[in-house]
Nanobody
Framework: QVQLVESGGGLVQPGGSLRLSCAAS????????MSWYRQVPGKERELVAA????????NYLVSTKGRFTISRDNAKNTVILQMNSLKPEDTAVYYC?????????????WGQGTQVTVSS
């Protein structure tokens, strides 16, 4: 079955770094665009970073540009979010997302989320 398993979350001080990983299985990873979203209680889930299936193009939430880097390894079915210079406002549950748009519809999968807390 399809699985997206996030890891690497935790508690970090402002200015620190975390590296989130998402391990995918059960589908053809290299066919899917991959993204990281985040959500805080009471707010909508927001797109943090996205990368195309080949890894050739990536996009970022404006507030994370220059601090976060998304990358993928299609040989290992893994997508990474490197987060540097973390701020308290980065605190959220971070979710891995896989999406493929097809003519007859969209295939989309979500991970269970990993908590990131930035606090002194």
């Amino acid at each position: 079955q399809v699985q997206l398993v996030e890891s690497g979350g935790g508690l970090v001080q402002p200015g620190g770094s975390l590296r989130l990983s998402c391990a995918a299985s059960g589908f053809t990873f290299s066919w899917y665009d991959m993204s990281w979203y985040r959500q805080v209680p009471g707010k909508e889930r927001e797109l943090v970073a996205a990368i195309t299936s080949t890894g050739s193009v990536s996009n970022y939430l404006v507030s994370t540009k220059g601090r976060f880097t998304i990358s993928r390894d299609n040989a290992k079915n893994t997508v990474i979010l490197q987060m540097n210079s973390l701020k308290p406002e980065d605190t959220a549950v971070y979710y891995c997302n896989a999406k493929k748009v097809r003519i007859l519809g969209t295939n989309e999968f979500w991970g269970q989320g990993t908590q990131v807390t930035v606090s002194s």
